[in-house]
């Protein structure tokens, strides 16, 4: 069988290569959604077919993926995500149909199911080799995850992580503030993100945060966690009587109203644990911050060293949610200062190193899907 299934690889499905056979693409996460829009954005100078993969009917969108290729008989598939419906349809369709596919993924599925299940956290092994060792070519979110697929035996790889095109409307700052009760002269840590609740840790989004705050005796620091999700009502539980005041807890907000809020910061939080989930992201959030000209407070985490330019602030323990990290969080707010923060701006804006260019990562990914397309013929 596996034999068969590597002659099935190098024998070319009908017309391969063929300029008038389409490239089709599909983000597991949904139609409609962010993701979707990276790899349609990734891949359009090849104006790309795109599947409406549903997030919330995953078997009946995997099989109505595996009837759309058997009819348009596509050049390649690209594959936004790494859910397992539409990666194992991928797998069945390289086995039945020998036509080739890339995967573009942002975590390290192994590690992140863990966090969840151990068992489950196995399966998402198997599954990850799998999916990285039959593909065409593997898109990752970081350098890192590009090792860990090649390791994994994708036979070629490219990193794009991504990028921003929203800037903050004038006046958004001032505006925010006002709407936030927010003193103009306070300065404010803050994230945007889905506030999403982990039992196994015990941790969502902003949880450093609001922890944090709470050691601090100066009361010009305000925290800010914008988004929803389980996770809300734990933080503003543990927020108390500082709710309103040093804890702003907005909830959702409209997606083009993400950059405005972020001008209303003076620093990003971009929580990440250091081990096999959080060392291997960068997350959507890094091009958004350093987009609004935020410097960051991270932890300890490979794009800490590798991106920063003067931008960061570093702090120890294993994960945001450890009494290392908030303690150093709560130490660098009862520091902080507007001149640290005008320092960290400055170096921002001349930075060299500029890896969240969306026209860059569409050059280099033509180039690499050009390769695949001529390899397979």
Not at 18 to 25: G, H, K, N, Q, T
Not at 327 to 332: F, S
């Amino acid at each position: 069988m596996r034999g068969v299934r590597r002659a099935a690889r190098r024998r070319p499905a009908p017309g391969a290569g063929d300029a008038a056979r389409p490239i089709l693409c599909f983000a597991t996460q949904g139609a409609g959604h962010a993701d979707e829009q990276r790899m349609r954005s990734l891949l359009a100078p090849f104006a790309p077919a795109v599947y409406p993969f549903a997030h919330d009917r995953k078997a009946r969108s995997a099989l109505g993926l595996l009837r759309a290729v058997r009819a348009e008989r596509p050049a390649l598939i690209a594959m936004e995500g790494t859910g397992i419906a539409g990666g194992l349809t991928l797998l069945a369709i390289d086995a039945l149909l020998g036509i080739p596919y890339i995967v573009s993924s942002g975590d390290a599925v192994a590690p992140f199911l863990r966090l969840h299940s151990r068992p489950i956290g196995w399966l998402g092994a198997v599954y990850e080799h799998l999916l990285c060792r039959r593909s065409a070519g593997f898109v990752g979110w970081t350098p890192y995850l590009v090792g860990r697929a090649l390791t994994f035996g994708a036979p070629r790889a490219i990193t794009a992580p991504g990028w921003t095109r929203a800037r903050a409307r004038e006046g958004a700052r001032e505006r925010v503030r006002e709407r936030l009760q927010i003193p103009p002269d306070a300065l404010v840590v803050g994230l945007v993100g889905s506030l999403n609740w982990n039992r196994r840790v015990g941790y969502t989004y902003g949880l450093e945060l609001v922890r944090a705050i709470a050691q601090v005796k100066r009361r010009d620091v305000v925290v800010c966690v914008v988004g929803d999700g389980s996770g809300l009502e734990r933080l503003t539980e543990l927020a108390g009587g500082e709710l309103g005041t040093r804890v702003i807890l907005p909830g959702r907000i409209p997606h083009e109203e993400v950059m405005d809020h972020l001008a209303a910061f003076d620093v990003g939080s971009l929580p990440q644990s250091v081990d096999g989930v959080g060392s291997f992201r960068y997350t959507i959030k890094l091009s958004e911050y350093l987009a609004a000209g935020l410097p960051i407070v991270t932890g300890q985490i490979p794009a800490a060293y590798d991106l920063d330019e003067g931008f960061l602030w570093r702090l120890p323990g294993s994960a945001p949610w450890s009494a290392t990290y908030v303690q150093a969080l709560a130490e660098m707010m009862e520091a902080l200062s507007a001149s640290a923060v005008a320092e960290r701006r400055e170096a921002i804006s001349r930075r060299h190193g500029e890896p969240f260019d969306e026209h860059d990562q569409q050059r280099r990914m033509s180039a690499f899907v050009q390769d695949i397309l001529a390899a397979q013929r």
